[in-house]
């Protein structure tokens, strides 16, 4: 077993989790660690890491105030050889702040599983206030953001588009009802690591089926050359949705992804 071999699943898995939720700190001279800090409830998905890890590492607990408890209890795994930092910083794992500059992985990897260790550190799996099934991402990395939806187009046949938004600069993608049942199913395989609170929210969304009230789900309605010219000489965003019947949501993102576009094939 090679340690992070991004082939084996295990460890695409734990990549896309440390990506998330690792952080890397330099010390003087080749000092430094790794850690992890997660929910103590989370504390089985640490010690499967340090099982998998063939360099000495510590598990700890400790119990601090935060904002939304007086006494939150969390787990932390810390790894210190040099030798499994140079590693993870080789795959794609930078020291110090990450969020924006993380990408996917450039060495062959599997792919839906460094997916779900994303989703398990930094996503969510479940139902909405209304009982609606969804599979969800968060991240502030461009390339995260664009890799998952290229991913869930291409594997799936799942058409999404994202964009940061206009709060905190993030991107945030949802899919819901059949989307996320699918994704869900596709992601949480038996026997995949992950964690355990997640597998079973999984379990459930890939168990949902649409309600007879509900109604069938509308067909993807792809856009055409001549929509685009529309869209992109109306002069406001409101007059292009009431031309092309569609949503006005719809119509800004579709001009968004024109223009970055443009500028990408001109700049």
Known sequence: ??????????????????????????????????????????????????????????????????????????????????????????????????????TPPRVPFSQRDYLRGLIDADGAVGFTAQGLPFVGLTTTSTAIATYLCRYTKLTLGIEKLTSRNARDRAYNILYMRETGVAVADHLYYAESLALERKRSAAAEVSAWVRPAHMGPPRPTRRWTQMEDRVLLDAPTIAEAAEKLGRSEQSCSLRRWRLRKKAQAQTG
């Open 1 to 102: 077993m090679t340690f992070m071999d991004l082939e084996d699943p295990r460890y695409a898995y734990m990549f896309g989790f440390l990506q998330a939720d690792g952080h890397l700190s330099a010390g003087t001279g080749q000092k430094g660690r790794l850690s992890v800090e997660i929910s103590y409830r989370d504390i089985d998905v640490l010690r499967a890491f340090q099982e998998l890890c063939p360099y000495n590492s510590t598990i700890s607990e400790r119990t601090r105030a935060t904002n939304f408890s007086e006494s939150h209890r969390s787990a932390i795994w810390t790894v210190c050889s040099l030798e499994a930092r140079n590693r993870l910083v080789e795959l794609g794992l930078p020291y110090g702040k990450k969020a924006t500059s993380i």
